[in-house]
Structures are given as structure tokens and as C-alpha cells.
């Protein structure tokens, strides 16, 4: 923690985006556009059974009927949906069989993200599955999970290997119906990482997704399926990055989680992708829907976000409270910095009895950033004893930025208890005097400030993201005061 | 002037503050103020409410909101006023906040180790490491009394006037500054409070750091005894003289000081 602590401070002083390069590595596209060729194409390249290809298109069929939701407090400029690519795959075959295989340009570039694909080389006790832009490049671990009967894979392989489990699962929680950009997924998601955490089973290591985007012009439209099943548990984590470029690229992803009796899933996102340059120029649209169902009762799913990149953010991760004495929590903490816009929250359904719920989300605005939260809290009629606590907190750091917070409270039971807290606050031209008096630089005492006020949710984070969501916090921050 | 211009050839002083002239908002404040302190010496800058003396400590370490129009500040030879606040307090100065200001998350430990570590950075040595840093905590949590329970919360948060008062002093007590301004510490303290507050500056007294209180009242002065007293009234350093002059001041009251400038204009 030492060391870490003194990196941390070091690495602020050059707060550049430190992930914008791009890696020359051939790649396999499909021609840009969508339509059901299209869809067709994406399907074969992957060699899908007849049942997800059908998927696919009802997808589609839908997704044409729908318009873009106007509803966020965003300013979302026309996305060209035809000029997307929509599936782009490093050419070499990259199976998960040996490392051998593998483009040594793309073993590269995923050694300089910090995300070595060798298994003894990464932190000890975290499987990856790394994924860039449409296609898992590898998942680790995979053998050594499998002899507690984990499944970790990514989707195309669960798709081969376990069609059952993945039939039984997929659009369960997030129907291919549910919104536009879900829509949208549902007919052309080309990868992500499907995971089963069978009966009983504790998992032993931490499961992580680590996506990518490299090629231009092309979208990243990845699924993760999620199933833990009774009296199991599993802390799953997801980092992102992506290259700098001048146009924006669409990320338009699901994550369904589905947790059976008594099984618990902590589900964290450290989300960094490219933000955009300083006059609001290029960035990655992040719209995703996350979604999870507490299926079970006496289960447990609990989402922890730290947000800092992208130049606009619309997701909302959410606990469907099913099962009886059900727990949902969203922990969240958003920076918006220059232009960025984010639009973000939770939805906690109460349906079972003694369900309970929790959601912290604190906002950090600078520069011109835009920090909205949107939350609903629903206790249905059979929900006696539900409970929920809300709690959004908003910090301001300039003149310019701006903190919106959007509370929906629909309860149709009268047991229920609903509480719900909001403050604002800017740092204080006093607390950063406060700090440089002790010997502390105002770019430092920025740190310590941000990091004190986001504390609560970065102490949800397992450890080694949280010294990474720390340091990031930091950096998407420089320059912003003053 | 024959005095003073002995004392500036000594370069035994360390601080010198030489015809100072601030203003805020364009408001002047300080109409010319010079004081020198050498090492070792408690220095005592007493005044009526408004007279300046937060301002001239706002000076010192360096807030922005305070113009400085005319007038030096010298700091073991350098220019203080060049210096960004967080250099002056890597420099040695330390000042002690009349409102302490809440950090709230922020651990007392990692507000401190972080301190600690950029004036040691500013020395050429290296970091203290937890477990150092940690013991250096202990040991100076039992010199000055300070209850350990404050030591391992968020940065003044919650803390009763009292308590930030002490926790000014504990951190003074972890960067050992040369120069320590303590500004109105005393106000808002009980009588116990007080004593602890007055004994940790006594206790840190050395030879080669000097302290200058800034206070209202006399009764701090009853347990940090000071070498010399300044009376400070409408920017002005108005009287100067030993420890006496606090006892005279709380006895006649600033009335006094008052009619005194009077009388000195009309004649």
C-alpha cells in the first residue's frame, strides 16, 4: 500500500489519458451498416446456432421500431447507425487454447494496459477474460476455475460449449425488448464473458473482464451473462479503456446477473474509457444497461462503479428484488470533467417481502462536466417490509460544471420505508489552503479531497482496484481546480 | 534606527517583517507593519477585534485573498512572499488555524503521512514508512494529551472547537515547524483545553523555533510566557514591549491603547 500511495502521488503530475494509444494489429472486419445481412454475417462468423441467430433478428425487428430515448439530461449528438462498424476481430486466430497463438502485438498491447495475459504474471488471484473490440482474445484461469465447476469463458465460447445454460439465461433479465440501446445490443453483440458459479461453490479468485476498444469506426456491443447459483458467490470486476480519436465511438453493452437461492454477486466497473479531449472533441458513448435479478431468496447483488471516463455515460445498474429478504446495492462514484456528461443511477424493484436496498452515489463535476443522477426506487404491493435507503451526494469543483439529481419514488405498500438524503457540496477554497499550510500541492490536496469524499465507495472495491480507482480519480481531475 | 540596524546585521534573525502594507478586496488592512523574530523567542501579537492581526498571519503563510501592497517578508533570508503556501510550509511554517477546516473522508493519518512525507521529500530524505509514521503519531499523540480517538478520524470532522484547537497543536507537534503562528488558538478553548493547548506550545519550545500567538485575550499568556508583546490597532504595530505589556493591556483594557494613539496624533 506503501509504494502504492507514493505512485499514486507521482502519476498525478502527468494526468494525461494514459490509455489512448492505438495498436497496429491486422484486423477482420465486416463492412460498415446494419441490417439483417449484416446480422446474418455476424452470426456465421461465429458459427451460432439457429436459436441466437433468431434472437438476433426478433432483436432487430424490434430495434427498428424504436426511437433513441430523448429522457437523459443529455446532449447526445445523431449517431450515425449506419456508418458503425459493427464487428471487427484481431485477424490471427486468437483461440484460448495456448498463448502461442495469440498476435504478439496484441499480447503488447495488453501488457502496456497492465493486463498480462500469461496467468502467473497477472495479481495473484484475479481470472481475466480480455476482449477487444468484437472478439475474447483470452481468458485465463479457465482450467484452474473449472475443477471447482466454475464456467468462465467468453460468450462465444459458452455459446459452443454450454448452449443449454446460456439458452436457459440469456434476455431473462434485460429482454431484447427492454430499450433502444439493449435492442441494439441484443442484434449484434459479438462477445463478452459468460460465467457460472455452480451450487454451493465460493468462488476462489476474483473474475474480471477487461475490454478494448482498438479499431476506428467500429462499435463494441459486448454481453455478459452472469449466473451464480444457489449458496454460491463471486466478486466479478470489469475494467475499459480505449484509444484517443478525434470521432466518437459507440459502447452500447448488457450485463444480466442472475443469483438462484442465497447466492451473493459483488459486481464492480472501474470505467475509463477515452473522455474526450478538453474542448469536448471525440470519446466513447457509454450506454449500457446492467441489470440484475435477485431470483432467489435471501440473495444478495451489490453493484460498485467508479466512473471517470467516456464523454457520455447513460446507465443505470440495477436489482430486480425478487426473491424474499433479497439485498440490492449500488455504489457509485461519477467524475465528469472538460465536456464530459453522464447521466447515471440505479433502479431498486422491491417485489418479494423484507427486500432491502442501498444506494450511495456520489457525483464529482469539474470543468464544464454535466453529473446527473436518475434513480428509481418501485416497492411493488407484495413488498411488505421493504426497506431502502438512498443517498446521492454531489461535488462541485468549478463554476462552470453543473449537478442534477433525479429522485423517482414509486411505492405501492404501506410497510415500506423509503429514505432518501442528497447533499451538494463545492471543495472549499479553505480546505485546499488548509492542505498546502501542511506542505501539500493544491493538485495533491485535490486528491485527498476527492478520495476522502468518494472514500465510501471505494472502500466497496476489492483492494487492488481500489488503489487503481484512486489513482484514477486523481488524474481524470488534474488541472480541473484553479 | 541605530538599534535596528544592529539587529539587521544579524543574521541570527528569522523572520523579518518589514513595512508591511496588505489589503483585502481592496480594503488596506496593514499600514505598514514591521516586526523581527529571532530563534527561540514567543513573540505575542495582541489587538482589538479588526485590528489586523488575522490578516498579518494570513500574510505569512501565504492566502491568496490577501494583496500585499508594500513591504517585505523575510524568512531565514528568503522572500517569503514569492513563496507558494505550500513551499512556506515545507520552509519551516506553520500556522494554526483560528477555524480549522473539516476534511471529511480524509483520514488524520493519511492527511498527516502525506504532510509529513512532502517536508521530508523538501529535505532530500526519504518517505517515513506506515509503521514509522504510525510510531512518530504515538509518540507525539502522548506529548501533547491529545485523545488517540481524534487521531484515527476524518480531518476535524465532527470535532468539538476544543478538539480542532488540540489537533492543531498534535500536527504542529508532527512537522516541528522553525515558525509556528498561532492564530487566536486560544478562542473558543475551556480553561483545560487551554492548558493543554499552552502546554504542547511549551513543550515544543527549543532554542531554534520560534512561535508567534496571536490573541485577544491575556489569558493564554498566563501559560505561554512571552518575550516579547506587540500591540497591533488599525494595521498598525501601535506598542512594543516585554511581557508586562499583556498584563497592563488586560488590566486597562484597549480603551487605553486607543486614547493613547489619540493623544499621540493630537500632540
Same mark, same amino acid.
Given at each position: 500500500m506503501e509504494k502504492d500511495q507514493d505512485k499514486i502521488l507521482n502519476d498525478v503530475t502527468s494526468g494525461?489519458?494514459?490509455?489512448g494509444f492505438y495498436s497496429d494489429i491486422e484486423m477482420e472486419q465486416i463492412p460498415k451498416g446494419l441490417n439483417e445481412d449484416i446480422i446474418r454475417a455476424i452470426s456465421e462468423k461465429k458459427s451460432e446456432p439457429g436459436w441466437l441467430l433468431e434472437f438476433r433478428l426478433k432483436a432487430f425487428r424490434h430495434w427498428q421500431t424504436m426511437k433513441m430515448p430523448q429522457w437523459a439530461n443529455l446532449k447526445i449528438p445523431t449517431i450515425a447507425?449506419?456508418?458503425?462498424?459493427y464487428y471487427a476481430a484481431p485477424?490471427?486466430? /486468437?483461440?484460448?487454447?495456448?498463448?502461442?497463438?495469440?498476435?504478439p502485438e496484441l499480447k503488447r498491447t495488453f501488457d502496456r494496459l497492465g493486463?498480462?495475459?500469461e496467468e502467473q504474471k497477472y495479481l495473484t488471484g484475479v481470472a481475466v477474460d480480455a476482449v477487444m473490440d468484437s472478439v475474447s482474445v483470452k481468458t485465463t484461469f479457465r482450467e484452474t476455475l473449472a475443477e471447482s465447476g466454475i464456467i468462465f469463458c467468453s460468450f462465444s465460447d459458452a455459446v459452443k460449449e454450454y448452449p443449454e445454460l446460456v439458452k436457459r439465461y440469456l434476455?431473462?433479465?434485460?429482454?431484447?425488448?427492454?430499450?433502444f440501446f439493449a435492442s441494439l445490443n441484443s442484434a449484434v453483440f459479438s462477445d463478452g464473458s459468460f460465467c457460472y458459479i455452480p451450487k454451493g461453490?465460493?468462488?476462489?479468485m476474483e473474475l474480471s473482464t477487461y475490454f478494448r476498444i482498438n479499431a476506428a469506426n467500429t462499435g463494441q456491443f459486448e454481453r455478459t451473462l452472469l449466473v451464480a447459483d444457489e449458496e454460491s458467490y463471486v466478486s466479478y470486476l470489469e475494467g475499459c479503456t480505449a484509444p484517443m480519436r478525434d470521432e466518437n465511438q459507440l459502447h452500447a453493452a448488457i450485463v444480466e446477473i442472475i443469483a438462484e437461492n442465497n447466492a451473493e454477486v459483488k459486481y464492480s466497473t472501474v470505467q475509463n474509457w477515452y473522455?474526450?479531449?478538453?474542448?469536448?472533441k471525440g470519446g466513447i458513448f457509454n450506454f449500457v444497461t446492467k441489470r440484475g435479478l435477485?431470483?432467489?431468496?435471501?440473495s444478495k447483488i451489490s453493484w460498485t462503479q467508479v466512473e471517470t471516463g467516456s464523454a457520455i455515460t447513460w446507465k443505470y445498474p440495477s436489482c430486480?428484488?425478487?426473491?424474499?429478504n433479497s439485498t440490492g446495492e449500488f455504489y457509485s462514484v461519477a467524475v465528469t470533467n472538460n465536456h464530459q456528461q453522464a447521466d447515471t443511477g440505479s433502479k431498486m424493484i422491491h417485489i418479494g417481502r423484507n427486500t432491502k436496498s442501498t444506494i450511495v452515489s456520489k457525483g464529482i463535476s469539474a470543468g464544464e462536466g454535466q453529473n446527473s443522477y436518475r434513480g428509481l426506487v418501485k416497492v411493488l404491493k407484495? /413488498?411488505?417490509g421493504a426497506r431502502n435507503f438512498s443517498q446521492c451526494d454531489s461535488l462541485l469543483l468549478s463554476d462552470k460544471c453543473g449537478a442534477h439529481t433525479f429522485p423517482y419514488l414509486e411505492v405501492d405498500n404501506q410497510t415500506a420505508i423509503v429514505e432518501h438524503e442528497a447533499t451538494t457540496s463545492k471543495i472549499g477554497e479553505d480546505q485546499i489552503f488548509y492542505c498546502n499550510q501542511r506542505g501539500i500541492s493544491t493538485e495533491d490536496a485535490i486528491g485527498l479531497i476527492v478520495n476522502g469524499y468518494a472514500r465510501e465507495v471505494i472502500n466497496k472495491l476489492p483492494m487492488e482496484f481500489a488503489v487503481e480507482a484512486q489513482k484514477l480519480l486523481q488524474i481524470s481531475l488534474e488541472g480541473s481546480v484553479g | 534606527m541605530g538599534r535596528e540596524d544592529k539587529r539587521l546585521n544579524n543574521?541570527?534573525?528569522m523572520l523579518i517583517i518589514k513595512d508591511l502594507h496588505a489589503a483585502i478586496d481592496g480594503k488596506t488592512i496593514l499600514k505598514g507593519i514591521s516586526i523581527e523574530v529571532k530563534p527561540g523567542e514567543i513573540h505575542a501579537i495582541m489587538g482589538p477585534n479588526g485590528s489586523g492581526k488575522s490578516t498579518l498571519a494570513a500574510v505569512i503563510a501565504g492566502?491568496?485573498?490577501?494583496?500585499?501592497t508594500g513591504g517585505t517578508v523575510t524568512f531565514e533570508g528568503k522572500?517569503?512572499?514569492?513563496?507558494a503556501p505550500e513551499d512556506r510550509s515545507k520552509e519551516g511554517i506553520f500556522l494554526g488555524f483560528q477555524y480549522p477546516t473539516e476534511i471529511p473522508g480524509v483520514s488524520m493519518v493519511n492527511f498527516m503521512k502525506t504532510a509529513v512525507n512532502e517536508h521530508r521529500k523538501h529535505k532530500g530524505l526519504e518517505p517515513l514508512s506506515a509503521s514509522e509514521f504510525l510510531k512518530l503519531m504515538r509518540e507525539k499523540k502522548e506529548l501533547v494529551e491529545i485523545d488517540s480517538k481524534l487521531a484515527n478520524?476524518?480531518?476535524?470532522?465532527?470535532?468539538s472547537g476544543g478538539e480542532k484547537k488540540k489537533n492543531e497543536i498534535f500536527q504542529m507537534s508532527i512537522l516541528e515547524p522553525k515558525l509556528a503562528i498561532l492564530d487566536e488558538?486560544?478562542?473558543?478553548?475551556d480553561i483545560d483545553a487551554l492548558r493543554i493547548v499552552a502546554n504542547g506550545v511549551n513543550k515544543l519550545k527549543r532554542p531554534d523555533n520560534a512561535t508567534i500567538v496571536i490573541t485577544h485575550?491575556?489569558?493564554l499568556l498566563d501559560y505561554i510566557i512571552p518575550d516579547v508583546v506587540h500591540v497591533l490597532y488599525d494595521g498598525r504595530i501601535v506598542k512594543t514591549a516585554g511581557k508586562e505589556l499583556a498584563m497592563e493591556l488586560e488590566a486597562k483594557g484597549y480603551d487605553w491603547i486607543k486614547q493613547n494613539i489619540k493623544k499621540n496624533e493630537l500632540s
Open positions: 494525461e489519458y494514459k490509455y447507425y449506419q456508418d458503425i462498424i485477424k490471427k486466430k /486468437a483461440s484460448s487454447e495456448s498463448l502461442d497463438d495469440i498476435d493486463i498480462p495475459l434476455g431473462t433479465v434485460v429482454p431484447y425488448t427492454d430499450n461453490v465460493r468462488c476462489p473522455p474526450g479531449n478538453k474542448e469536448g435477485c431470483r432467489g431468496d435471501n430486480i428484488l425478487r426473491g424474499d407484495n /413488498a411488505s | 543574521n541570527n534573525i492566502r491568496e485573498f490577501v494583496e500585499v522572500n517569503l512572499l514569492e513563496m478520524r476524518s480531518v476535524n470532522e465532527g470535532f488558538t486560544d478562542s473558543g478553548l485575550y491575556q489569558r
